[in-house]
Nanobody, 124 residues
Framework: QLQLVESGGGLVQAGDSLRLACEASGRDFSAYTMAWFRQGPGKEREFVASILWRWTYTNYADSVRGRFTISRDNNIRTVYLQMNSMKPDDTAVYYC?????????????????WGQGTQVTVSS
């Protein structure tokens, strides 16, 4: 069992940066693939980024590649999402998720554990 708690959301202006954190409790955090998803107003939840337990491999949605960076610190059981050059379209509730295995990295259905989400709002 893994419990995930996100933090770091807030209100920013277009062009600003923000860093989200997801702290995990439970066993064997380092064995899980971690990811961020988001759900904007009136939209389906979508994949943002993932990072394998082998933390050198990361995967990003086209909409955030080059602006967002996912990273993890297994020693403190935390995964981060650094968001730069933010746009109003980045406004969403951001969710942290975890799964075992290194396939289906962008598939929401493949993730077993989810956080409660943190709101990010980007004003123009």
């Amino acid at each position: 069992q893994l419990q995930l708690v996100e933090s770091g959301g807030g209100l920013v202006q277009a062009g600003d940066s923000l860093r989200l954190a997801c702290e995990a409790s439970g066993r064997d955090f380092s064995a899980y693939t971690m990811a961020w998803f988001r759900q904007g107003p009136g939209k389906e939840r979508e994949f943002v980024a993932s990072i394998l337990w082998r933390w050198t491999y990361t995967n990003y949605a086209d909409s955030v590649r080059g602006r967002f960076t996912i990273s993890r610190d297994n020693n403190i059981r935390t995964v981060y999402l650094q968001m730069n050059s933010m746009k109003p379209d980045d406004t969403a509730v951001y969710y942290c998720a975890a799964k075992v295995g290194d396939d289906q990295l962008s598939s929401e259905m493949a993730y077993t554990f989810w956080g409660q989400g943190t709101q990010v709002t980007v004003s123009s």
